[in-house]
Nanobody, 124 residues
């Protein structure tokens, strides 16, 4: 099992930026890729981005492409999500998750371990 702890959420005005972090511990060698998901009140959990630990390849949801950047620091077992040009519709609890290789990284059901989440609120 991989333990995941998110940090960096908060309240920001529209157009602002935040950087989320996700620190991994435990059986990190079993993790192939790490993803960010988000869930707004009354909505289903939504894929945001994913990154491979090995080669750093990335994939983004269309809704955040060009505004969000996912990255990782293998030495620190930490993943990041730089969020720029934030919009009120980005307001949600953001979760990081760890997974083995998957055919579809946008599907949350394939992920093995999850963090507790961090709240991001974007005011208009």
């Amino acid at each position: 099992q991989v333990q995941l702890v998110e940090s960096g959420g908060g309240l920001v005005q529209a157009g602002g930026s935040l950087r989320l972090s996700c620190a991994a511990s435990g059986r990190t060698f079993s993790s192939y890729a790490m993803g960010w998901f988000r869930q707004a009140p009354g909505k289903e959990r939504e894929f945001v981005a994913v990154i491979s630990w090995s080669d750093g390849s990335t994939y983004y949801a269309d809704s955040v492409k060009g505004r969000f950047t996912i990255s990782r620091d293998n030495a620190k077992n930490t993943m990041y999500l730089q969020m720029n040009s934030l919009k009120p519709e980005d307001t949600a609890v953001y979760y990081c998750a760890s997974t083995h290789p998957l055919p579809d990284y946008s599907n949350s059901y394939g992920y093995d371990d999850w963090g507790q989440g961090t709240q991001v609120t974007v005011s208009s």
